[in-house]
């Protein structure tokens, strides 16, 4: 790259930097141009991402949004949760503000004391406020009555409990209000009657079983590590990190046919996340192999246990934007390998430990 001028002594680190990141990048005749925006990690423009990036500004109050959305519940009860948080609750008093009900008919069917709002379906009635009470009882906590539901919906998010714990007693929360909001309903639309106790045993029964099912995971057959075949080389690739982003490192280890071990790596790669370090990994491999004496007599076969990151060496166009380019360095890595494969291989498949 030339230019028309010399470069005046105020703008040669400016210059420089330029370069490096110009540099960086490698173009690759098998990946496709395209527009991205840099606010999501995908490149596409939406408003979630816009309002994430521009609006909240990191502030500490979209925490508790953050929360809303940990998928501690089904997503019908997450978007609930965050209808009730906003105000958006079709309960008698917003309905007599939008002239769909007289104020005659306005009060809560579980008391018949009070006109119905959100906060008092929720904290005010005392009924409701008896399932929330037996639940810290039983967790020998004393509770205040909050001043409304969003303040008590950020109370209840930072208790300190143990990491097993911590889990069932988020998911309350989601439980109790989705809880007395179906038996509402069941009172207003289906007839029924109040019944405490049962309420309260639902309530216990759906934070534990969605517990449960959340740790099922579905079973894969298991594969023992295998030495490769003759005239290959097995390269196992791991990266980690302890954050998103957060402090991350790469290791990778090369055996041959008969199981000896021929290269090692180890090394932090400063900040990034998970699918960031298995790339880097995958292309620490590459570069190591392509080096060495045996990328002329050799194949080489890549393990990872991230899918996501073989699915985009295998196919460059897929890669989100943010990893397009240590995907294109790798693009030209693979060009100096004679012979490759790269395979998905999940964690604790394998009898052999990465070095990290």
């Not at 005659?104 to 929720?122: A, D, G, K, R, W």
């Not at 069941?186 to 517990?211: N, S």
């Not at 298995?278 to 246990?305: C, P, R």
Request: glycine content about 6%; some cysteine; hydrophobic content about 40%.
């Amino acid at each position: 790259m030339e230019l028309r001028r010399r470069v005046f002594r105020w703008e040669e680190e400016q210059w420089k930097q330029f370069t490096e990141i110009v540099n960086d990048y490698k173009l690759s005749m098998g990946i496709q141009d395209t527009v991205i925006w840099k606010g999501s990690p995908l490149g596409d423009f939406s408003v979630k991402d816009f309002c994430r990036n521009h609006v909240c500004n990191g502030s500490g109050g979209s925490n508790k949004w953050r929360q809303v959305w940990a998928n501690l519940a089904p997503h019908r009860v997450e978007v609930f949760v965050w209808q009730i948080l906003h105000g958006r609750v079709a309960v008698k008093a917003e309905l007599v503000k939008w002239g769909l009900m007289s104020l005659s008919s306005t009060c809560y069917p579980l008391c018949h004391q009070v006109i119905e709002t959100i906060n008092h379906v929720f904290i005010y009635c005392f009924e409701s406020w008896c399932i929330w009470s037996e639940w810290c009882r039983e967790w020998n906590f004393n509770w205040v009555q909050p001043e409304n539901l969003s303040t008590f919906f950020q109370s209840w998010d930072v208790v300190i409990l143990k990491d097993g714990e911590i889990k069932v007693w988020k998911m309350t929360f989601f439980a109790v209000t989705w809880s007395l909001w179906l038996a509402r309903n069941d009172i207003v639309f289906g007839g029924k009657t109040w019944d405490r106790a049962q309420t309260y045993e639902l309530v216990k029964l759906r934070p534990r079983l969605g517990a449960v099912l959340k740790c099922v995971k579905k079973m894969r057959p298991k594969v023992e590590w295998t030495n490769p075949v003759d005239g290959s080389m097995k390269f196992n690739v791991d990266g980690a990190a302890s954050g998103c982003p957060g402090e991350a490192g790469i290791g990778g280890i090369l055996k041959n046919s008969a199981g000896e071990t021929k290269m090692m790596f180890s090394k932090s790669i400063r900040m990034g996340d998970s699918n960031l370090a298995k790339v880097l990994a995958i292309k620490q491999a590459f570069m190591m192999f392509s080096a060495s004496n045996w990328n002329g007599s050799h194949s080489l076969v890549i393990e990872s246990d991230s899918s996501n990151a073989v699915s985009w060496i295998q196919a460059p166009n897929q890669a989100p934007w943010r990893m397009r380019k240590w995907i294109l360095q790798i693009e030209m890595l693979k060009r100096k390998v004679k012979r490759w494969e790269i395979k998905d291989v999940r964690r604790g498949q394998t009898s052999k430990q990465i070095p990290l």
